[in-house]
């Protein structure tokens, strides 16, 4: 698991780490300058790294580090999960950039959302950007995207036309749209540093099929 939430890197505290364990921007540092570097950490879940970032990281990575840094980790992992800044891709601003230079390299996008129009709205924005949708001519082909869509308890917000509506058109331009219920219980996991299958069968139930919608959308794909 890799921390590039520039702008808000907090794996830090949910996994708990310390202060002493090397950070992206030191790994960064390291592949520049053409020296040896190592998994940084490894998390209570078993063969689970992670790459946390520091906290005041400033102007973010060139396209051309994220691409060598990334090269590195497909020979070191089965699969590497990058948390990104909420930015749409665009050279518009440092955590912009970053989102842009992970997407140009990555194979699958996640976009989560709720049943908040503003979220909803988010997404579609995000699916039309040229570096998501493809776009030929600037050299950018696309990329494959699903969405956990974690939806509201109350009926009534469901199926509210306008929410409805967004869904539809969410899921006609992604691979899949992964449903998944709003439950307390998985602030209530983070709270208690347990893991979130283990504290709601519905939970665990949403989470598998998530992951299962991921492999066959990377086997795919």
Same mark, same amino acid.
């Given at each position: 698991?890799?921390?590039?939430?520039i702008?808000?890197?907090?794996?830090w505290?949910?996994?708990?780490?310390?202060?002493? /364990?090397?950070?992206? &921007?030191?790994?960064?540092?390291?592949?520049?300058?053409?020296?040896?570097? &190592?998994?940084?950490?490894?998390?209570?879940?078993?063969a689970?790294?992670?790459?946390p970032?520091?906290?005041?990281?400033?102007?973010?990575? &060139?396209?051309?580090?994220?691409?060598?840094?990334?090269?590195?980790?497909?020979?070191?992992?089965?699969?590497s999960?990058?948390?990104?800044?909420?930015?749409?891709?665009?050279?518009? &601003?440092?955590?912009?950039?970053?989102?842009?230079?992970?997407?140009?390299?990555?194979?699958?996008?996640?976009?989560?959302?709720?049943?908040?129009?503003?979220?909803?709205?988010?997404?579609?924005?995000?699916?039309?950007?040229?570096?998501?949708?493809?776009d030929?001519?600037?050299?950018?082909?696309?990329?494959?995207?699903?969405?956990?869509?974690?939806?509201?308890?109350?009926?009534?917000?469901?199926?509210?036309?306008? /929410?409805?509506?967004?869904?539809?058109?969410?899921?006609? *331009?992604?691979?899949?749209? /992964?449903?998944?219920?709003?439950?307390?219980?998985?602030?209530?996991a983070?709270? *208690?540093g347990?893991?979130?299958?283990? /504290?709601?069968?519905?939970?665990?139930?949403?989470?598998l099929?998530?992951?299962?919608?991921?492999? *066959?959308?990377?086997?795919?794909?």
């Amino acid at each position: 698991m890799i921390d590039q939430n520039i702008g808000n890197p907090d794996q830090w505290g949910r996994l708990n780490l310390t202060t002493r /364990v090397r950070t992206v &921007s030191e790994i960064m540092a390291d592949i520049e300058a053409g020296r040896e570097w &190592s998994v940084p950490a490894w998390g209570r879940t078993p063969a689970l790294a992670v790459y946390p970032e520091r906290r005041d990281v400033g102007d973010g990575y &060139s396209p051309a580090q994220i691409e060598r840094f990334a090269a590195q980790l497909r020979q070191l992992h089965m699969i590497s999960i990058v948390d990104l800044p909420n930015r749409i891709p665009a050279f518009t &601003s440092a955590e912009a950039s970053v989102c842009a230079g992970w997407i140009a390299c990555s194979d699958l996008l996640l976009l989560p959302t709720t049943d908040d129009p503003t979220r909803l709205q988010g997404v579609l924005d995000y699916l039309q950007a040229p570096m998501v949708r493809g776009d030929a001519s600037l050299g950018y082909r696309g990329i494959p995207v699903i969405v956990p869509y974690i939806r509201s308890p109350l009926r009534a917000v469901r199926e509210d036309p306008g /929410v409805r509506s967004m869904l539809g058109q969410i899921r006609h *331009r992604v691979v899949a749209v /992964v449903d998944i219920p709003k439950n307390e219980r998985a602030t209530l996991a983070i709270v *208690r540093g347990q893991p979130i299958t283990e /504290v709601d069968a519905g939970l665990r139930d949403a989470y598998l099929e998530l992951a299962t919608v991921v492999a *066959r959308a990377l086997q795919e794909h």
